[in-house]
């Protein structure tokens, strides 16, 4: 089941820039994305989503793009913190599918 | 704000065995799910749960898994007959419906041995 990737198993960055992170989907029925984070020993963390009806969706220092012709969506994080180290996941619905797929997640480290 | 919690954090099991993972869901959610990683592979869904009843489950959710909600709070995962291959972070979730997000618990690692 690969209807969501992350291509990028490791992303470093360095403390105060942008961290990008990026997600691909296959399904065109998916109509509501996720991005999750995840702590060693813990479960994911909700962060941010964004409806298939928007392109952008922004909180605070994180903002979801979501190109649907591309079926791409990206997670930006500015400016990078040293406690935003953690797994990174994607995730995705489809509508009537009551049930996330979720992508293979980045680890992100942001070095002081 | 409101949490989900599981327990046990850490169950190891001979294969064979039942293994019952509990999960209280946050208050106001309506809807339950179950969740496994794999050591070094992603999260996959397994079920999930609404109005007392699976509304969804995937092939992996075989015969030998249960869910209930027996006494309106737990809401549990059975596996009747464990297998190796059932070594596992379980994740329980919750939330509100679709086009939502869903909180998660901090999971149970089931080992068997």
């Known amino acids: 089941d690969q209807q969501v990737k992350q291509n990028s198993p490791s992303l470093s960055v360095q403390e105060g820039r942008i961290s990008i992170l990026n997600c691909d989907y296959t399904n065109s029925m998916f109509d509501y994305f996720l991005w999750y984070k995840k702590y060693p020993a813990e479960g994911p963390t909700f962060l941010i989503s964004?409806?298939?009806?928007?392109d952008k969706n922004e909180d605070g220092r994180f903002t979801v793009f979501l190109n649907k012709s591309a079926k791409h969506l990206s997670l930006h994080i500015v400016p990078s913190q040293p406690g935003d180290s953690a797994v990174y996941f994607c995730?995705?619905?489809?509508?009537?599918?009551?049930?996330?797929?979720f992508g293979s997640g980045t680890k992100l480290n942001v070095k002081p | 704000e409101p949490e989900v919690t599981q327990t046990p954090s850490h169950q190891v099991t001979q294969m064979g065995q039942e293994v019952i993972l509990r999960c209280v869901p946050i208050s106001n959610h309506l809807y339950f799910y179950w969740y496994r990683q794999i050591l070094g592979q992603k999260v996959e869904f397994l079920v999930s749960?609404?109005?007392?009843?699976?509304?969804?489950k995937s092939e992996i959710f075989d015969d030998q898994f249960s869910v209930e909600r027996p006494d309106g709070s737990n809401f549990t995962l059975k596996i009747r007959s464990t297998k190796l291959e059932d070594s596992a972070m379980y994740f329980c979730a919750t939330g509100q419906g679709e086009n939502q997000p869903q909180h998660f618990g901090d999971g149970t690692r089931l080992s068997i041995l």
């Open positions: 749960f609404y109005n007392n009843e699976i509304s969804e």
């Open positions: 964004i409806s298939s009806i928007k």
């Open positions: 995730a995705a619905e489809s509508y009537n599918f009551n049930k996330f797929y």
